[in-house]
């Protein structure tokens, strides 16, 4: 059974950090790129942050840059991706996902919301 877990958000004031995590198995996501995706209210899906199936290179958008850092623990049933956040701002709101990079994707998990109030 494929499944993908999100945790690590929360509540964080501006300027302030926070470590997603995600767990994903039942599927060989250790072959696969992997990302980080949001969405806001009232917004689509977007992807913010990329990482190889090896972790060797990443990527992130552009409104990310410098703030989010991207890593990846390939185990041998599951993969745990992290997506370390600074400097927080009220724009950042929004559920986070983890999915793998390239269409079709994975079964969406249920997500974390990360609240950054103005």
């Known amino acids: 059974q494929v499944q993908i877990v999100e945790s690590g958000g929360g509540l964080v004031q501006p300027g302030g950090s926070l470590r997603l995590s995600c767990v994903a198995s039942g599927m060989a996501f250790s072959s696969l790129a992997m990302a980080w995706f949001r969405q806001g209210p009232g917004k689509e899906r977007e992807g913010v942050a990329w990482v190889s199936h090896n972790g060797a290179s990443t990527n992130y958008r552009d409104i990310m840059k410098g703030r989010v850092t991207i890593s990846r623990d390939n185990a041998k049933d599951t993969v745990s991706v992290y997506l370390e956040m600074n400097n927080l701002k009220p724009e950042d709101t929004a559920v986070y996902y983890c999915?793998?990079?390239?269409?079709?994707?994975?079964?969406w998990g249920q997500g974390t919301q990360v609240t950054v109030p103005t």
């Open positions: 999915n793998r990079v390239a269409t079709p994707f994975a079964p």
